[in-house]
């Protein structure tokens, strides 16, 4: 065998070493969801017996939940509530990604708008929810933009991070080979900043839900938010629980499905040992 063999031989036994020594799927999935299960067993024993009226026993909460779902309230606010969120997201990735690259790989007009990036993300975007809608008005633009705004500056300053991280060697290197500017932020700059802007989509998408639900506390008749304020507002305790948990399984949810989708989409990274 020669001794080429040999050294392509070695990173595939070495991922064979890895795959046999670590654990399988259904070991990985229990050890991240047992603890959820020991706290819902908990939750549904302690509070079996409730006589407070603001903590409903789970049972209670559950039925609620179930019986919403079925007549399709709850589910015509989640769509609803998701619509927003995604549009939201999406209209913040595209901003925040296109101008991070300008402003990573332009060093004077970065410094020019670094003050004004840090002021607005320092504003609590929760307490914006009001004057947006209050200035552009009703309906899912104005909580569409809410959200666009609150996701906008994680995804903003983790682009610039991504940029400015990419090696030296790599960029002298495509100067020394005059590569067209397209072509270099195409091959050169985006998969080297990637994994960093993958990163600030992923911290975005809580701020997003958050902002999603407080959005439509406000002068709104539709989606997850009017659905909790409105039970709350008229002592509906179970539906207000049963609402607030959907917020929360559903959120789980995305992100699960979401850092799926960075391994895929990572799967280069992941593979060699950067993370």
């Known amino acids: 065998m020669t001794s080429a063999t040999l050294t392509a031989a070695q990173p595939r036994a070495a991922r064979k070493v890895r795959r046999a020594g670590g654990p399988n799927t259904g070991t990985r999935i229990l050890q991240s969801t047992w603890l959820v299960f020991v706290v819902l067993a908990a939750w549904w024993v302690f509070s079996a017996r ?12 559950l ?3 179930v019986r919403d779902l079925g007549n399709g309230v709850i589910m015509a606010g ?10 939201g997201l999406l209209v913040a990735a595209a901003l925040g990604i296109g101008f991070g690259l300008l402003l990573g790989e332009v060093g004077w007009l970065c410094r020019i708008v670094d003050p004004i990036i840090h002021f607005f993300r320092s504003v609590p975007q929760a307490a914006l929810v009001p004057m947006i809608i209050g200035v552009f008005g009703l309906g899912q633009g104005p909580k569409m933009g809410t959200i666009a705004f609150a996701c906008l500056w994680p995804i903003l300053l983790n682009t610039i991070d991504g940029v400015l991280g990419v090696e030296p060697t790599i960029r002298k290197f495509s100067k020394v080979y005059r590569i067209p500017r397209g ?25 997003g839900i958050t ?38 399984v559903v959120g789980y949810i995305i992100s699960m499905l979401f850092i799926l989708a960075e391994r895929r989409m990572l799967r280069w990274y992941y593979a060699s040992g950067s993370q």
Do not use: C, D
Not at 78 to 86: D, I
Not at 225 to 235: E, H, K, V
């Open 183 to 207: 072509l270099h932020f195409r091959k050169v700059v985006l998969p080297a900043a990637l994994p960093q802007i993958v990163a600030g989509v992923r911290v975005a998408l809580p701020i």
């Open 63 to 65: 039925t609620v939940l």
């Open 50 to 61: 409730s006589t407070n009226f603001f903590i409903p026993s789970l049972e209670q909460i």
């Open 78 to 87: 989640a769509l609803y509530s998701l619509a927003n969120l995604f549009v």
């Open 211 to 248: 902002v999603m639900v407080v959005s439509e506390m406000f002068a709104s008749t539709e989606g997850l938010g009017f659905y909790i304020l409105n039970s709350s507002a008229t002592f509906q305790v179970p539906e207000t629980w049963a609402g607030a948990l959907l917020v929360g």
